[in-house]
């Protein structure tokens, strides 16, 4: 009698079957020659931007301009929806320290996410986990966070995990099961609206989200990357890495901080 299979498998078997994995994706650059901890982590040359999940550092590539586009159509999106609630918005490079709460060293740094229980925030990122979070693939990362960064969220029980895919222009929608023990995934394409489960009356446009904000909308986006730049200069960054994850020239980034 065949194994049945568990609920990883299938997940990564209708990736496969759906084009968002592929044999020669390459896998996440990992060190793992020992296990590494959060000391390490915040020692870490600030020239290099990386994420620990379970004693492992991954490296991460500079985005592209597609990559920082679609970040800051959607945190602008979502900045605009929360303004005057509960619930905070953050976009990468913000740590966020996701298992500590039960023991384990892992940080990582997620596109954008969003964070209701103002405890969470500790003045070093985030302590635990987000109620969303949002991760746009690109070439050299689409197998960290279809499935490294994926199980680590199931795990610590991000109740809404959106992958966004800027080539094949669709979205992978992962919402928590009440028991929290998988993911129901849903594929969102051009001409659908998503609504967003853990904001009440927050929808999407996947064509819209894709195509481009216009006009004023573009002037909106831009404050993002203005946003991004100031929190990576307070963090300590160098200038050329935030020029490369920004796509903001070094000259811009010198009037901005």
Not at 102 to 117: F, H, K, R, T, Y
Not at 190 to 216: A, C, M, P, R
């Amino acid at each position: 009698m065949k194994d049945k299979k568990n609920y990883g498998e299938l997940y990564q078997e209708m990736l496969e079957k759906q084009g968002y994995l592929f044999v020669n994706d390459p896998p996440a650059e990992a060190l793992v020659e020992k296990r590494y901890t959060y000391e390490d982590y915040l020692t870490w040359p600030k020239d290099e931007r990386v994420e620990l999940i379970d004693g492992k550092i991954y490296f991460m590539a500079a985005p592209s301009d597609r990559h920082q586009d679609l970040l800051g159509e959607i945190g602008t999106r979502i900045r605009n929806y929360l303004h005057g609630k509960k619930c905070r918005v953050f976009w990468a490079p913000f740590d966020v320290r996701i298992d500590f709460l039960i023991g384990n060293d892992s940080v990582v740094q997620p596109d954008v996410l969003v964070v209701c229980d103002e405890n969470k925030l500790d003045g070093k990122g985030v302590n635990g986990a987000p109620d969303f979070v949002i991760e746009i693939l690109s070439p050299s990362n689409r197998r960290h966070d279809l499935l490294t960064k994926y199980n680590k969220y199931l795990e610590v029980g991000v109740c809404e995990y959106w992958i966004v895919d800027p080539m094949k222009e669709e979205i992978l929608v992962n919402l928590l099961t009440a028991d929290k023990k998988q993911y129901i995934t849903t594929t969102f394409k051009k001409g659908d609206e998503i609504k967003v489960s853990i904001l009440e009356d927050l929808t999407i446009n996947v064509t819209d989200l894709f195509d481009g904000y216009q006009g004023k909308e573009i002037v909106e986006v831009e404050a993002v990357r203005i946003e991004i730049a100031r929190q990576m200069f307070d963090s300590g960054f160098t200038v050329e890495l935030i020029s490369q994850m920004t796509k903001l020239s070094v000259a811009e980034i010198e009037k901005i901080v």
